[in-house]
């Protein structure tokens, strides 16, 4: 029996990927190709109302249809169907509306589920939903954000008196981190007072949401295409009252999330309601239509923003003023979003004061919640324009601007203003080496060409020098943020009979490669080959014990969790090599896969030797356990904090407002990298999703709550034709805080692109006197500013 | 209920269809031809994209979501699942796919290499402003397509060589692929990298 020879070093080599092999063949797991026996079809009828009381609902006629088995209001179901949670109550007082997964007497967005049916088939589920009747007394709409938390504004929740959900305030002088923001702004020499909206997103993954769950047997399996079936099955039990150990979750193949499948849906809860109430098993999946109007969206910021600054350019202080849409409801950890943000606005600066409020407003609007980057985006997009329009305000170059107040090199470990740790990073030699690749001081030549020639074609450089926290995260500060759960992650090791390694994993990775960079850290650590590991994730039948996958937390948290346990599976081989070759376990070293006598190149011992020899247990030493299976569970002592600097070139034509990315860098450090190739397709994905945000999508509602852009005829996710291809490249400062010393890439992308996007677009425009461009800047608002000179 | 033909994947098969089935309902919930997937309702994802024989008995993609099972009657269909040899061998842009790490979460994959296939049929060198034109119709939301474009520039070279027709290599115009580590991914230290193959 031979095992596969590993390449001496897996970490660091582009490895391809173990997931492909079923993706590329089309025969994956969705969610949506579970079929089981006596499987029915469940469809749900949703409001085409804003906001409005349910005065009748008639379901009789759906209950004529041929094929119909059930059908349920919300009224129905109203003592059963519990209500929605929420897992980050950010302040004591937070307003948190009951959310019944099928409304009841009132609904509050077009989207809200009002009545379910379940059939035969899907068809005449669909057929069956159209012939419900529902009257609908129609309610005051509540859409703005600042009238909404006006005096005397309608309600969208009547009996809480309010629309503000929460206020949230960080001061860095009461924290005692940092000075006053408020006396630094009023003594200033320069201000800088800017309004930035980050518009209405949707996650928009490319697999729709789908939820089977089959009550035959003795517990509740559930099969959902979401990112936390760990937290899922946590909730599922805790609203529906289902004891923990009866209620199983398996997330199979997920067809991306970015945040999106961040949420305990009221999809799911429907879902297993019905199939508890009919003791047969029911599939829900959503059509693109449903997706893009009720599962949650994100971003949707109001920032009104003062940067304080001495004439040298040296930030003296920054105040934050945050309106925050939560949407009808609270969602998951939808309340926490622009927390997250919160610390971020200082982003790579030493500035020395700074003030954040934010208050969560309630619109008639469906939920927003985690998209990727999740507060982070939104506050990197507001300190890296407003660095640049300080640049402008002083005539320096935007890169020195930000050399005068970003943290050097030799200053960490830094403690920022808002308290957190930065734990490593070299802003200089990111920036350095964009720079080279980009041609900085080339573009900026031919950018003063065409000005001065007055060409239609203006050229504009964006920079973004971002950084992120994310490895969430550290339990005790997620505890003092009132978050619900902790921030560990878990690995298990299973070493079979003939040295092939099982890998079993609290992360719930729906893209990232998991099963590839797991697989690489476990043969070096192991000995064993990349071929010969087994990554088992998101059933919590093998996987119970978990956090799941969201924040660019998987590898610095669940990664480390699993170099813990490979090294809790050498000390348990160890006595049982020293056993074989008649030696002392302290005078074993373990390299290569091998157990050798130190100084002794012969005649080692692998862990398939090992693994053998426990599996017989004939002749082991006395007191020893016969197997080498480990657990860890790593709680990460601090947040990590990937940075980088993107550098873009926009076209920008004056007379059609067409804006054409000519050139795109991105030089991350994100510590250091287990797959290359994975973090180079991350990158990609990540800023194609920041440029769209700059370019292309918006969430749009009309002045009745209608979401416009409910089909992908409307919400316009760019294609193939609508991106560049860019350049990118590394830069590597280790987390010093554990052994694998990674960061974390999965949002950095999507931080970093949109400032840099949208500061090219200003950047070009400058000249005309635009200092200012709303997002999405399509060619029409481009070409307005252009005309207005200001957006 | 319509009685239809259809070949899927060099398999015959009649079925009673309602006339309002959708030819990858059919595919996917009467054949069982899950490998085709449904990624929206307006026929703008393309996820389901699989090949179609027309008149003359061209195969040429189509989006099976804008197709009627009974529009298919008598035409031959070759899904993801049949696009590997006979011997089962990967078609070069499914190998392409995996080598140029082409997708992630796998979603947009079978329809984006079906619309691949497709597009070297019609077009055996294309540039990579004709790769993105020619993907136009499929939305892929992790990769950001860059990948993409580069595995279907490697499959090109590789069909034009086994037909071939192989000519020397055009500059390439990606940008990726500039003197940088990340870009052409250096993979030398990865030695007997295995192609996975289709299950038997």
């Known amino acids: ?791 | 209920m319509t009685r239809v033909s259809i070949k899927v994947d060099g398999v015959e098969y009649e079925d009673d269809v309602e006339p309002r089935t959708l030819l990858v309902h059919h595919l996917r919930e009467r054949l069982g031809k899950v490998g085709t997937v449904v990624g929206c309702d307006t026929s703008n994802c393309g996820a389901c994209t699989v090949l179609m024989s027309d008149a003359d008995g061209r195969q040429r993609s189509v989006k099976s979501c804008a197709v009627l099972a009974v529009q298919a009657n008598d035409r031959e269909i070759i899904t993801i699942e049949g696009l590997s040899g006979p011997d089962r061998t990967l078609h070069p842009v499914q190998r392409a796919f995996h080598q140029a790490h082409a997708l992630q979460c796998g979603f947009c994959t079978p329809g984006m290499i079906m619309a691949a296939v497709d597009l070297l049929e019609e077009n055996a060198d294309p540039t990579e402003e004709e790769i993105r034109e020619g993907l136009e119709g499929n939305l892929c939301r992790c990769t950001g397509y860059q990948n993409i474009v580069r595995a279907v520039r490697e499959a090109s070279a590789e069909i034009r060589e086994i037909h071939g027709t192989a000519e020397p290599a055009p500059p390439s115009p990606l940008a990726g692929e500039d003197e940088t580590p990340d870009s052409g991914l250096k993979r030398d230290n990865v030695p007997d990298e295995t192609i996975p193959q289709p299950v038997p």
């Open chain 1, 1 to 791: 029996m031979t095992i596969t020879e590993g390449p001496a070093l897996e970490v660091g080599s582009a490895r391809l990927r173990k997931e492909d092999a079923r993706l590329i063949t089309g025969r994956t797991t969705w969610t949506e190709n579970v079929t089981l026996p006596g499987m029915l079809h469940l469809a749900i009828l949703r409001s085409p109302m804003a906001h409005a009381r349910i005065t009748g609902i008639d379901v009789a006629p759906a209950r004529a249809v041929k094929g119909v088995v059930d059908v349920f209001s919300g009224r129905d179901v109203a003592d059963v169907q519990g209500s929605l949670p929420c897992a980050w109550p950010v302040t004591e007082d937070m307003v948190h509306p009951d959310r019944p997964p099928i409304a009841v007497d009132e609904v509050c967005f077009m989207g809200e589920a009002v009545a379910v049916v379940v059939a035969r088939s899907r068809a005449a589920a669909l057929d069956a939903i159209a012939t419900i009747e529902v009257d609908y007394e129609s309610l005051p709409t509540v859409l703005d954000m600042e009238q909404a938390i006006a005096d005397g504004a309608d309600l969208v929740h009547a009996d809480k008196g309010t629309n503000k959900g929460y206020t949230w305030v960080f001061d860095s002088a009461e924290a005692g981190t940092g000075g006053d923001a408020g006396a630094a702004i009023d003594g200033a020499e320069v201000v800088i007072r800017r309004r930035y909206v980050q518009q209405r997103l949707i996650p928009a993954f490319m697999e729709p949401r789908s939820v089977v769950v089959d009550p035959t047997s003795d517990v509740y399996t559930i099969w959902s295409a979401t990112q936390i079936p760990h937290i899922l099955r946590f909730l599922i039990s805790v609203v529906t009252g289902t004891p923990e150990h009866k209620v199983r979750v398996i997330a199979p193949d997920v067809g991306g999330g970015f945040g999106g499948k961040l949420q305990v849906t009221p999809e799911e809860l429907i879902t297993f309601i019905a199939a508890r109430r009919l003791g047969k098993p029911v599939k829900f999946t959503e059509s693109r239509s449903e997706s893009l109007v009720s599962a949650h969206h994100g971003r949707d910021m109001i920032q009104d923003l003062e940067l304080a600054a001495r004439r040298d350019g040296t930030v003296v202080g920054l105040r934050v003023k945050l309106l925050a849409n939560m949407g009808a409801y609270m969602g998951l950890v939808g309340p926490g979003v622009p927390i997250l943000g919160a610390f971020m606005y200082n982003a790579i600066y030493k500035f020395p004061a700074y003030r954040f409020e934010c208050i969560g407003v309630f619109t008639n609007t469906v939920i927003t919640d985690a998209y990727r980057g999740a507060g982070r985006p939104e506050a990197t997009f507001a300190i890296e324009r407003l660095m640049d329009e300080l640049a402008d305000e002083l005539g320096l170059d935007p890169l020195e601007v930000r050399r005068r107040n970003w943290i050097n090199a030799d200053e960490f470990p830094f403690t920022t203003v808002c308290g957190l740790q930065y734990d490593s990073g070299d802003y200089a030699k990111a920036t350095d080496r964009a720079m080279e690749l980009f041609g900085y001081e080339e573009l900026r030549q031919e950018q003063q060409a065409r000005r001065d020639t007055g060409d239609s074609v203006q050229l504009g450089i964006g920079v973004s020098t971002y950084t992120e926290m994310c490895g969430l995260a550290p339990s005790r500060v997620l505890g003092s943020l009132r978050y619900g759960a902790g921030g560990w992650e878990s690995a298990s090791i299973r070493v079979l009979p003939t040295g092939r390694v099982e890998v079993v994993t609290g992360t719930s990775p729906h893209g990232q490669g998991h099963e590839t960079a797991w697989s690489q850290i476990v043969a070096d650590q192991l000995g064993v080959g990349f071929d010969d590991v087994e990554v088992l994730h998101g059933d919590t039948r093998t996987s119970y014990k978990g956090l799941d996958t969201y924040g660019s937390r998987s590898l610095a948290v669940g990664g480390v969790a699993l170099y813990n346990a490979c090294q809790k599976v050498i000390e348990k081989a160890k006595p049982v090599a020293a056993h074989m070759l008649e030696c002392d376990p302290a005078d074993l070293e373990f390299t290569g896969g091998q157990f050798r006598v130190r100084g002794n190149p012969d005649g080692g011992k692998t862990l398939a030797d090992c693994s053998l020899a426990v599996f017989a247990a004939h002749d082991l030493p006395d007191g020893i356990e016969p197997t080498l299976d480990a657990d860890a569970v790593y709680d990460p002592v601090n947040f990590s904090f990937p940075h980088g600097t993107h550098l873009c070139a926009t076209e920008v034509d004056t007379e059609t407002g067409r804006v054409t990315i000519r050139k795109y860098v991105a030089v991350d450090d994100i510590g250091r990298v287990i797959n290359p190739m994975i973090v180079e397709g991350q990158v990609h994905g990540g800023v194609a999703q920041g440029i769209a945000q700059a370019l292309f999508e918006e969430a749009v509602y009309d002045s009745d709550g209608n979401l416009l852009t409910g089909t992908f005829v409307d919400y316009t996710l760019p294609t193939a034709a609508d991106l560049p291809s860019i350049i990118t490249d590394r830069t590597e400062s280790p987390a010093p805080g554990h052994p694998l010393g990674t960061k974390g890439v999965g949002e950095a992308g999507t931080i970093a692109s949109t400032p840099a996007v949208v500061n090219a677009i200003v950047d070009a425009l400058r000249p005309m006197g635009v200092h200012d461009i709303a997002m999405p800047c399509t060619p029409e608002r481009v070409w307005r500013a252009v005309q207005g000179g200001a957006a």
